[in-house]
Nanobody, 119 residues
Framework: QVQLVESGGGLVQPGGSLRLSCAASGIIASNYVMGWYRQAPGKQREMVARITQDGSTIYADSVKGRFTISRENVNNTVFLQMNSLKPEDTAVYYC?????????????WGQGTQVTVSS
């Protein structure tokens, strides 16, 4: 019922840019904290960026100044604009939504999209 579908990943050269999209269905994205996480081979999944219900944003130190998260409410879609990409940004990027309401925790994940930064 709830689906988060990522798109926009691919192969890009160092210094290049990509824009990831997360199309949400079954939820209203503006009612959730929406986030992007990534997992590189052999490493744990880490938070990249989050946007709260009121539009506040949080970024991992490693991507500050390079990545921007945004939400397009009319399309129920969250974006991650990635600029000045580095090889260490290579990972599978996952879209996440979560919120706590009346004591219940609602947490959803997308299937992931591969981002590879290489010459």
């Amino acid at each position: 019922q709830v689906q988060l579908v990522e798109s926009g990943g691919g192969l890009v050269q160092p210094g290049g840019s990509l824009r990831l999209s997360c199309a949400a269905s079954g939820i209203i994205a503006s009612n959730y904290v929406m986030g992007w996480y990534r997992q590189a081979p052999g490493k744990q999944r880490e938070m990249v960026a989050r946007i709260t219900q009121d539009g506040s944003t949080i970024y991992a130190d490693s991507v500050k100044g390079r990545f921007t998260i945004s939400r397009e409410n009319v399309n129920n879609t969250v974006f991650l604009q990635m600029n000045s990409l580095k090889p260490e940004d290579t990972a599978v990027y996952y879209c996440n939504s979560n919120r706590r309401l009346f004591g219940g925790l609602y947490n959803y994940w997308g299937q992931g999209t591969q981002v590879t930064v290489s010459s």
